[in-house]
């Protein structure tokens, strides 16, 4: 079978986690990927420990099926080379502050002099225009002002960091591949290449959709913890178990709380499904104590077949010894 992006010649000048990971998903999709280092650090991520052969896992875990070079940019002959290579490839995929690529002189405007065809993708925090844009900062900072920190954590009000990068993969490797491919699409179509500006910031506001449609529906400013699918009703929660772990139920729909209740003989409950305020607190502390009663292992095969919407909490070591992560032709 093809690869789809087979013949797809991409230079990647972008450092750490939001450009590579796009990268990442264009090269397993069959694009050839070379990527731009400056010379002496190389991509940042080089350096983050733990290393494997003296290689960084952590570059290793977003730099595969890629090829990689050492080019000087503030070097003239190392423009040269640059633009040379820009002749021959389809995608230039970047991460540097606003403004910074022009200023070098390889920035689109004279990529597309040389090819026409070039689509030219930038990322950064908060986009090439706008009042943030020459601001520094990280996928944190990026959560932060897109208020999805602020909607994430307790009912006491306190953000909490969530476990992955959001903003960097969510709102800058997935939307620039997204528009990547489609630009590639399109080409075909009006014959020439196009500028593509991801804001991560922009990128990570636009995961508010159901909250955003919500608040400009009611004016009501969302609490952590007490949404819909963050805490508010005891059909869609995260119950501690007897020895300390955890069992994750997203019973949303009647048929399976029903088959929940049923299952923890608690057919009283079948009415309280969307309980809120002090009766859904009273009764999410009464299936915390059920959940107390047992192990999260007792627990998961007092479900096993039963359509009830619930699983395991996993440690890392958990996630790539289960079996769904190990089944052949699964992404694992």
Known sequence: MTAPLEGIKILDLTRLLPGAFCSMILADLGADVLKIEEPGRGDYARWLPPFIKKESSNFLSINRNKKSMILDLKREKGKEIFLRLVKEHDVVLESFRPGTMDRLGVGYGEAKKIN??????????????????DMVGHDINYLGVAGILGITGSSDGTPVIPGVQIGDIGGGSLMAAIAILGAIVARERIKKGQFIDISMTDGAISWLSIHAGKYFADKLIPTPGKMLLSGEFPCYQVYPTKDKRYITVGALEPKF??????????????????????EGEGVTKEIQDIFLAKTQKEWLETFEGLEVCCGPVNTLEEVFSDSQCTSSGDAC
């Not at 689509?119 to 706008?130: L, M, P, V």
């Not at 929940?260 to 309280?272: G, N, P």
């Open 116 to 133: 026409p065809m070039i689509i030219f993708c930038a990322i950064s925090g908060y986009g090439q225009d706008g009042p943030y844009k």
């Open 257 to 278: 709380w029903r088959n929940l209740c049923l299952a923890i003989s608690r057919e009283d409950l079948i009415v309280h499904q969307f309980a809120a305020g002090e």
